[in-house]
């Protein structure tokens, strides 16, 4: 156990000193203002003396402290750690107020740890215990967080309104951190909907309440806030003080987290001012930083700035370079939304099945006092609860069909895109990968195309993004049409799509392309209509697979023969040759 943890633990161990509780409970709650107000650092170190004092205090004071020491290990970036010391304290025998507590910060820093299910799980717990308390200021609290996960795993609108529910009852509460709180949450959930204006007015509403709360590390957030709606409108000038007055407080209190934050937001600010060597320091920087904490999308979005700068400069190798990077980030951060879809899903799945195996105990119970009473009845009494044990049976065997229906569409989510019905990415690879092995074993040809709409991102600027998911659709179904009959079609990315044709060669690949790109040309969708092009990297199947074969070599080079596609002008076929990518 790390030294920290160690101290931590002293709270609810062997005490070397004594104290009176109501002194013990005066300094818990002056530590706890400080952890608030002041830099981690500073509430730690009069945590650490305190517990050396704590003989005669109550479970609670000992929770209480242990609480405390769990933020200031989450400050300072160690969720693991935090879970651990929290862990007793979700199943002790303390006040409902005090488990909620402990159930909220385990919930937020579980899902900071990117244990999905565990971080669901947590905050389904939690919200169980809500009708235990009276006071509004930990139910806003809760349902803060409540918004705050559900805007993660994409369901905005279910996140406004638990974001909506939470500040009425902030406001109830008069406490001006739980408003800070709640604001912050309802800013989130309205800048994931790309509100940037609403989304700023509501941080600088949050920015009063956070200073009259004295809380810097919320002050900094809705600064962080500020600036980054100001980027989105176009207003560069107006969003770098916010962003550096957020990065300076961040910095001044220890929050790791926020300093990325702001460093990014602040680098992308300098970037599109035309201050590119200061934008490119920054970026360099965060780089390792983002890789080692893992926060893909935040990555994703440093490459890609790095790849303009290195396009405005002429320099088209780093620019590829930083390109691939980007998308290999990208990947990864929708490998990790689908894994937090899922883990919601499950979770949800599960709720219900216990919600379902409740109402069958309780029917069960029912019937046997059915039967109980019927043995001391007349016949036909006994034969008026017999029909209800048949209406009952009934009943069990619809919820049991209702069940397997539910089992079966989360099944269906998990293997296929939800907006274009293609397999997704994890699916599609695992059908290609299959196709590819019995190929090679009956040896077969197996042809494996990658390809990808062209400047997508005008599409949803030039029209909305509405028509670019219709886009998305048409072109799925197009692709379908041509290909699904003998070879696998999948999403495999936003606007990328995978085909595996087990059987065919890139000639007869290469005439499957001709015929979709003759009847995909042009879509239209409602009043708007575009023209649609793709490009496309082809792959086959061939000698320098035999010593070590793998659909994922030939991916590879179906993805460099993609880069050549767009790079010598898009909107064409490109074949990846045995030497080179022609």
């Known amino acids: 156990m790390r030294v920290f943890l160690v101290i931590a633990g002293l ?21 706890a203002r400080i952890n608030v107000t002041q830099a981690w650092e500073q509430s730690q170190a009069m945590a650490e003396q ?50 909620l507590r402990a159930y909220e910060m385990a919930a937020n820093y579980a899902l900071n740890k990117l244990d999905y299910e565990q971080a669901f799980t947590l905050l389904r ?57 709640a604001l912050h949450r309802l800013a989130l959930a309205q800048f994931r909907l790309e509100r940037f204006a609403t989304a700023e007015a509501t941080h600088r509403l949050q920015i009063e309440h956070c200073e009259a709360a004295g809380d810097p590390v919320l002050s900094a957030a809705a600064k962080n ?43 992308r600010g300098l970037k599109e001012m035309g201050e590119i060597d200061q934008a490119e320091q920054i970026l360099t920087e965060l780089i390792a930083a983002l890789e080692r904490e893992q926060y893909w999308s935040n990555l994703h979005e440093c490459l890609v700035l790095l790849t303009n700068i290195a396009d405005a400069r002429g320099n088209p190798a780093q ?22 879809r899922l883990a919601y899903l499950r979770v949800e799945f599960d709720t219900r099945i ?42 069990l065997l619809l919820l049991l ?36 092995d019995e190929s090679r074993e009956r040896g077969c040809p197996f042809t494996l195309i990658i390809a990808d709409i062209d400047y997508f991102k005008n599409i949803n600027d030039h029209h909305d993004h509405l028509f670019g998911d219709q886009v998305l659709r048409i072109v799925s179904a197009r692709l379908l049409e041509v290909f699904g009959k003998a070879g696998v079609v999948g999403r495999i990315g936003g606007e990328e799509f995978g085909i595996a044709l087990p059987g065919k060669t890139c000639d007869e690949a ?17 009043d708007n209509a575009a023209e649609v092009t793709l490009s496309f990297g082809v792959a086959q199947m061939d000698d320098r697979d035999a010593g070590d074969p793998s659909l994922e070599k030939l991916r590879r080079r179906a993805d460099h023969a993609l880069y050549g596609a767009k790079a010598t002008g898009r909107n064409r076929v490109v074949v990846a040759s045995e030497s080179h990518v022609e």
């Open 11 to 31: 709270s609810t161990a062997m005490w070397a000193g004594a104290a009176d509780p109501d002194e013990i409970q005066s300094r818990l709650d002056e530590i």
């Open 50 to 99: 305190l517990a050396a004092e704590m003989e005669g205090a109550s479970a609670e004071q000992r929770a209480q402290l242990d609480l405390l020491f769990a933020r200031n290990l989450a400050l300072a970036g160690r969720y693991a750690d935090a879970l651990e010391l929290l862990d007793p304290i979700l199943d002790a025998d303390l006040p409902s107020e005090q488990r």
């Open 125 to 181: 717990d939690s919200i169980t215990l809500l009708p235990e308390i009276d006071r509004p200021a930990p139910q806003a609290r809760l349902l803060g967080l409540a918004a705050y996960f559900h805007s993660e795993v994409g369901e905005q609108e279910m996140a406004i309104d638990y974001a909506g529910q939470a500040l009425e009852l902030a406001h109830d509460s008069q406490d001006a951190r739980e408003q800070c709180i």
């Open 225 to 267: 806030g500020i600036g980054n709606a100001l980027l989105r409108q176009g207003r560069i000038d107006e969003a770098l003080p916010w962003i550096r007055s957020g990065l300076q407080r961040n910095e001044e209190h220890g929050f790791r987290d926020g300093v990325l934050a702001s460093r990014r937001f602040l680098a």
């Open 319 to 340: 620019a590829l370079a930083f390109y691939r990077e980007a998308e290999a980030a990208r990947s990864k951060h929708l490998e990790r939304e689908r894994a937090m």
């Open 354 to 395: 216990k919600e379902q195996e409740l109402a069958l105990l309780r029917e069960q119970n029912r019937v046997m006092q059915l039967e109980e009473d019927a043995r001391s009845q007349q016949s036909l009494l006994y034969m008026g609860g017999t029909v209800s044990l048949g209406i009952i049976g009934l009943l």
């Open 401 to 436: 069909f209702r069940t397997q229906s539910e089992r079966r569409r989360f099944r269906k989510l998990s293997e296929y895109d939800g907006l274009t019905g293609l397999y997704n990415h994890t699916q599609f690879f695992a059908k290609a990968n299959a196709a590819f």
């Open 510 to 526: 290469c005439d499957q392309i001709e015929l979709f790109r003759r009847i995909a040309s042009v879509v239209r969708a409602d």
